[in-house]
């Protein structure tokens, strides 16, 4: 199975500030890796797809990089409502896999 | 608007069964792979099995295979999860989820949740 590393487990940050988040696949994935957003009792949301495409309806702000082992998430400008868990995923292999999440926290 | 609404969750006893089912609407059910994906109290997110448009091709996270089905039914546009042999360790919150498009397995539309409680 494919193991997904999230780094770092928990941040915090203030509003306005440029948030990165990486991802490390344990084998090469190409670019197939989403990220998604969780709160507190709700689904999660797609925010990106195959390492860098935008979800429809997701903010500019969000954007991905990376291919191979090593992704990243970079939210650009922290808003309020972006204080969540970030779970990346890579889907080329089965079973899919999820990294540990990263907790985004208010500073 | 797509909607996945899923149902069938409760409380059960170690080594009970527990039949999921996620109904589907909004877009062409039998065009998309599906999905169920778990979460365990306070923990992180755990894929568990899909299921192929047509049903031909089925994969399991190794933790459930051999307990679990999945299976789907195109004409009710429904999507199911037969739990057998259920443990402590498959409490959690199970999701279905519905795949971007033919060649992505990112996970674009989720339902709301079916709650498993397995403890005596």
């Known amino acids: 199975d494919i193991q997904m590393t999230q780094s770092p487990s928990s941040v915090s940050a203030s509003v306005g500030d440029r948030v990165t988040i990486t991802c490390r696949a344990s084998?090469?994935?190409?670019?197939?890796l989403a990220w998604y957003q969780q709160k507190p009792g709700k689904a999660p949301k797609l925010l990106i797809y195959v390492a860098s495409s935008l979800q429809s309806g997701v903010p500019s702000r969000f954007s991905g990089s990376g291919s191979g082992t090593d992704f990243t998430l970079t939210i650009s400008s922290l808003q309020p409502e972006d204080f969540a868990i970030y779970y990346c995923?890579?889907?080329?292999?089965?079973?899919?896999?999820f990294g540990g999440g990263t907790k985004v926290e208010i500073k | 608007e797509v909607q996945l609404v899923e149902s069938g969750g409760g409380l059960v006893q170690p080594g009970s069964s527990l039949r999921l089912s996620c109904g589907a609407s909004?877009?062409?059910?039998?065009?998309?792979?599906m999905n169920w994906v778990r979460q365990a109290p306070g923990k992180g997110l755990e894929w568990v099995a899909n299921i192929k448009q047509d049903g031909s091709e089925k994969h399991y996270v190794d933790s459930v295979k051999g307990r679990f089905t999945i299976s789907r039914d195109n004409a009710k546009n429904s999507l199911y999860l037969q739990m057998n042999s259920l443990r402590a360790e498959d409490t959690a919150v199970y999701y279905c989820?519905?795949?971007?498009?033919?060649?992505?397995?990112?996970?674009?539309?989720w339902g709301q949740g079916t709650r498993v409680t397995v403890s005596s």
């Open positions: 909004g877009f062409t059910f039998s065009n998309y792979w």
């Open positions: 995923q890579q889907t080329t292999n089965f079973p899919l896999t």
């Open positions: 084998q090469d994935i190409s670019r197939w």
């Open positions: 989820a519905r795949d971007v498009d033919f060649y992505d397995r990112s996970l674009v539309y």
